[in-house]
């Protein structure tokens, strides 16, 4: 049998993802239980999280399933992502035998892996998470790669269904916003995929050097299209936030200047005031859009703490639909099909 994998949304046809959102509201609903006894989902985190490691680990016991969690390097062994390396370094795992491994302990495994090189030409491949998905047997999913956090876009797609009702034709806008460091692209791609997948007319507010990767421009576009909706790219921030009905706030680095962390820092000075403002989100549709963030967001530096506590913002909405969103998945990937 052919294994399913969840690496990005896009790589779903648009009536799977709708069924997995209607499987994540009948989840939050309580509709559902069960469905996972015996079942085993390994991860593995190379980098930090709050919310995806506790919502994969809560998905798993509210339907009688196990997570194991492993962080390389600290309490597992160190782990090489290079397929082809000479392993005469600090790294003790290769890559092709813990997804082996792994695989057989487990019904699905899932991965964190953000950006660690420094040549975007390498990294745009999102080589270590389709490396993992190639050794296991079992099907992987994507926890933030370098290019795609798809059980990011599921909960934004589904917290913006919730707060919006009908999406199509509705406005939505990513914002770029200024951050202390130059973040991974992955989240606002995500994001704006969800949108685009909701046939939501989607607008890219970012200032000059700040754009995507060009591939994500033409699969938003052409997944908007099909759905009833259009991308648009600007840098007039102010002029896309007028009757907008959602706005994402994210920081992303410049992928121009990827690996370069000083050039970086000096085309990203200067723009602070690239923030989500109370001035700002009054701008929305009838001064109500909603104000998203796949968190963790720097109050105050991204978006102002005032937009966080406001009634405007469903940033804790999104957060507790990874939970039921991922539910959906795993059900959907290694569930027993239980009615
Ligand atoms: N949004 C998100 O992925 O949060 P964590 O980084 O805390 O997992």
Known sequence: MTKRDFLAMEDW????????LALAVRCKRGEVAGG???????????????RTRASMETAMFL?????????????SWTMETDVDAVMDGSTVEHIIEAARVLGRYADALAVRTFPKGSDWAVERQDLTIRNFARYCDKPVINLESSRRHPCQGLADALTMRE??????AKRFVLMW???PKALPTAVPASAAIAAAHLGMDVTIARPPHYDLDPDDYAVIRGLARRRGGNL????????????AHAVYAKAWGSLERFGDPD???????????WRLTEERIRRTAGGAGIALHCLPVRRNVEIDGAVLD??????????????????????????????
């Not at 707060?163 to 199509?168: I, N, Y």
């Open 163 to 168: 707060h919006l009702g009908e999406t199509a």
């Open 310 to 339: 406001g009634p405007q913002s469903v940033v804790v909405d999104e957060a507790e639909n990874r939970l039921h969103v991922q539910r959906a998945l795993l059900l959907e990937l290694i569930g027993s099909r239980e009615p």
């Open 13 to 20: 046809s648009s009536d799977e993802i709708d069924a997995l």
């Open 36 to 50: 996972m006894a015996r079942r085993v989902l390994a991860m593995v985190f190379m980098d930090p999280s709050l």
């Open 63 to 75: 339907h009688g399933g196990h997570a194991l969690t492993l962080e390389p390097g600290k309490g």
């Open 263 to 273: 050039a970086e820092r000096a085309l990203r000075d200067g723009k602070r005031d």
């Open 177 to 179: 916003a200024w951050h």
């Open 232 to 243: 648009a790219v600007t840098d007039d921030l102010d002029g896309a936030l007028d009757g």
